[in-house]
């Protein structure tokens, strides 16, 4: 995740220390419930999961700068199937911490709005799928539509977000908002292909039944609620 340096200045940019907190602060809640229910070594290694995950989308798959951000292939809807919202949240802020720190210095300053970019969408896709996906079904037996509706959130929800802050940072200029148009345009077009992605992976996921009870993932991708 990428939002463009300067774009937000240094007198606005506090605003995003606060969200930051507040969804790394949710994150941390979700993980402290999974420790609960599933322990601690279930969270640590579906974390490094996403985490390494998360730096390979970020890093290794095409990324196009467009307009007031970057177009990535995040699969945020994939990493919730099947890791879990937990793991998902720590992998997401992670990879992108790794990203800024190692590979994009000139990010940091920005780390506040990505990761309140990536994570608040997330939550909202944790709330949906409680809404569309039964809780008789098996991730691993949703159908299109639904995964198409979960990808639509998490991508509408990115979309949202980068817009906000170039709003806050830029304001109501025909130059802003020629930007912004074009990058949400470009980056919903990431919803025509990440519902085929999940159903591929959530298909060869129900291929490897020897995962079914792992710690390794999410226990509702194999059975019901």
């Known amino acids: 995740m990428h939002i463009e340096p300067g774009l937000v200045d240094a007198t606005k940019i506090f605003l995003s ?3 930051a907190s507040v969804a790394l602060g949710y994150s941390a809640k979700l993980a402290w419930d999974m420790v609960r229910k599933e322990g601690v070594t279930a969270l640590l290694a579906r974390s490094v999961m996403a985490a390494a995950l998360v730096f390979v989308f970020f890093e290794l798959l095409p ?3 467009v307009g ?3 177009v990535h292939l995040i699969l945020g809807s994939t990493l919730l199937l099947v890791l879990g919202a937990a793991p998902a949240a720590i992998g997401l802020a992670a990879g992108l911490a790794i990203q800024s720190v190692f590979f994009a210095p000139e990010d940091l300053a920005q780390y506040g709005m990505n990761v309140t970019t990536l994570l608040v969408p997330l939550f909202a896709l944790q709330a949906l799928a409680r809404q569309v996906i039964a809780p008789t079904t098996a991730y691993t037996d949703i159908g299109y539509t639904q995964a198409l509706k979960l990808s639509l959130t998490y991508q509408g929800g990115i979309v949202v977000w980068v817009g906000f802050w170039a709003l806050y940072g830029q304001g109501f200029g025909a130059e802003n908002l020629s930007n912004l148009s ?6 919903m077009s990431v919803v025509l292909l990440e519902p085929l992605l999940d159903l591929a992976v959530l298909a060869l996921a129900k291929q490897l039944l020897r995962l079914k009870g792992s710690p390794m993932v999410e226990p509702r991708l194999y059975t019901a609620a």
Do not use: D
Request: net charge negative; proline share 7%; charged share 5%.
């Open 68 to 70: 007031v951000s970057e």
């Open 182 to 187: 074009t990058f949400g345009a470009a980056y």
């Open 17 to 19: 220390y606060a969200t």
């Open 63 to 65: 990324t196009h700068p």
